[in-house]
């Protein structure tokens, strides 16, 4: 299957390292991959919070091998994997996947960073790098939906460092004349809705301040030509057998019939569960 993007679309993934792709997956289908969320007991033991400057906490868990879970099914499914293919000029591998909850009144913000300004330092030597962050839920401002600075991926890597609460985020001197130039824009997003993004695209969230949760799972990919030249917690080049479409609905059915033990089983086994930033 080719890139999901439009002619148009590409032409704006290009001068604004992000894309905004409307069902992504169905209604039948986001339904399928939110209950296999919510009922996969291996996400809920392994969920961490990581704190804000007020003290509001993220809930998170991140996997790095996508497996045979509906959500595993997903992330190597032909219209994401053709699309970040399109996105990064060649092969990519599975680099992480990672669950983002804020819970209703209390979820905490995320500062402003790029992902390459922690990939950078696993060892990744290109920001050939990529992901795209689903909507379970509604993404609102009010629940703290992504934000994005449209075309801040031309500005190249930023230095990062520790911030006040439990979080790395980028240099705000350099951020704030970003958003002198460069437009702010919230990603706000309807369930199934998939907003794909460069590594180096600047982005944040607020806290949710409403009472309806937003949950997001985010599927991370890096270019196989970039393996990683030091040993990380998150994986080198591992070979990603793409699935057809249809597999997360046809994961749905065998479920409903009782057949596929894989639709709650983890996207991988524990150890490979981390809590570590990045």
Known sequence: MPCVFSAEQQRSYERD????????????????LRAAI?????????????????????RMTT????GDSVYGLAARSERVVDTLEWMLGGEVYHYHSKLTAKEPLEGGAWEWHQDYGYWYHNGCLFPHMGSVMVALDP?????????VIRGSHHVGRVEHGVLPGEQVGADPQRVAKMLETLELVHAEMDPGDGLFF?????????????????????????????HPFIE??????????KVPDSAVREAGVRFAVGEDANFRKSASNPA???????
Request: charge should be positive; hydrophobic fraction near 30%.
């Open 17 to 32: 390292g992000f894309v905004i792709v409307r069902g992504l997956f169905d209604t039948e289908e986001i339904g399928i």
């Open 139 to 147: 993404a609102t401002r009010a629940n703290g939906c992504l934000q």
């Open 272 to 278: 490979a569960l981390t809590r570590r930033i990045g």
């Open 232 to 241: 990380h917690h998150h994986p080198g080049y591992t070979p990603l057998h």
């Open 198 to 226: 460069h590594a180096n695209v600047m982005h944040r969230s607020d806290a949710n301040t409403s009472p309806q949760r937003r949950w997001t799972v985010l599927h991370c990919y890096n270019a196989a030509r970039n």
């Open 38 to 58: 919510e009922q996969d007991p291996q996400i809920g033991a392994s969920l961490y919070d990581r704190r804000d400057a007020e003290g509001r906490a993220t």
């Open 63 to 66: 996997w790095n091998h996508p």
